[in-house]
């Protein structure tokens, strides 16, 4: 059974430049990305650490305008030590660990879940040439960019061991290396420009985020105006029902072995209040790894 909910608006596009940063794990110092002009497109929308970051390599690599550039520079400062914060260092061992789990694991949630993604990634085909994947984790999405040489892919997760596996899975579907960059970050605090992203795409990260609101906020901020946010996230069942207590009950664990998921998150009402200006917002009942179950979950498009 699926149900449907739909707000539509229209908002405007425009594209604007794209710098990026990635991170060596040992010691999560900043290293920089070069970019390249993006030229303008045709507008479209489918819905209507460490601190004392290295002054140098911002300026050479960041193209911040004189407008945005204390609010670039005292970003770029401080997402270190946000990552360092809510991403503490771990044993290589476990976080290697985790990622083989999940290089696993999720292989028959995603085959449930292939007819729900085909049909939102193809809202981007030919249009997001710079994408942001937030909770990129190993690669599974990587599939949907497969037979477009021009897109750009910055994903970007705290556990630096999912890189490994997301590059074999962006080997597998033939996206060339070059167009793959992965970043070591948190979601609360992304190390790009304001407005540098035709999109941002986040699956299943929601849930394990510690601050949803700082993340949504991050996700508004590198977006460029028209620019898409494509989700699909498992959440809470309705107060009352089995499932829900079934959820209320296992979450604690949920969170101690799935490194901080939140079963019953009601992630739809936090996107619904974010301030998008458009949203498309579906609910359907889908198949939830590792659990077996069916569960809720809300997926969509909103539009900057």
């Known amino acids: 059974m699926v149900k449907l909910v739909h707000l539509h608006y229209s908002p405007s596009f425009q594209l604007q430049p794209l710098a990026s940063l990635k991170t060596n794990q040992k010691s999560r110092s900043a290293a920089a990305i070069p970019s390249k002009q993006l030229s303008l497109a045709p507008s479209f929308c489918s819905c209507c650490g460490r601190r004392h970051f290295i002054e140098a390599a911002t300026a050479a690599f960041l193209p911040i305008s004189p407008s945005k550039s204390n609010a670039s520079t005292s970003h770029s400062d401080h997402y270190l030590d946000l990552l360092n914060r809510i991403h503490p260092p771990r044993p290589d061992w476990y976080e290697e660990f985790y990622a083989s789990v999940m290089d696993t694991s999720m292989k028959p949630y995603e085959a449930k879940i292939a007819g729900y993604k085909s049909q939102l990634f193809e809202k981007l085909k030919g249009k997001a040439k710079r994408v942001l994947e937030i909770g990129i984790g190993t690669g599974p999405n990587l599939e949907y960019y497969a037979g477009d040489n021009e897109v750009q892919v910055f994903g970007l997760d705290p556990n630096k061991k ?24 948190v979601a609360e605090a992304v190390p790009l420009d304001d407005s540098s992203v035709d999109a941002v ?86 198949y939830n790894a590792p659990f077996s179950l069916i569960t809720p979950h809300v997926y969509g498009l909103a539009c900057n």
């Open 162 to 185: 999912m890189e490994k596996y997301a590059r074999a899975a962006a080997t597998a579907v033939s996206l060339p290396s070059k167009n793959f960059h992965f970043i070591e970050a």
């Open 201 to 286: 795409v986040g699956t299943l990260v929601l849930c394990s985020v510690q601050d949803v609101n700082m993340a949504l906020k991050e996700v508004k901020r590198v977006l460029k105006p028209g620019g898409l946010f494509l989700f699909i996230e498992h959440v809470a069942a309705e107060d009352g029902t089995s499932l829900k207590l079934w959820q209320t009950l296992v979450d604690p664990l949920q969170q101690a072995i799935a490194d901080g998921c939140h079963l019953t998150r009601e992630t739809g009402k936090y996107i619904s209040s974010s301030g998008f200006s458009s949203l498309e917002l579906s609910m359907a009942s889908l």
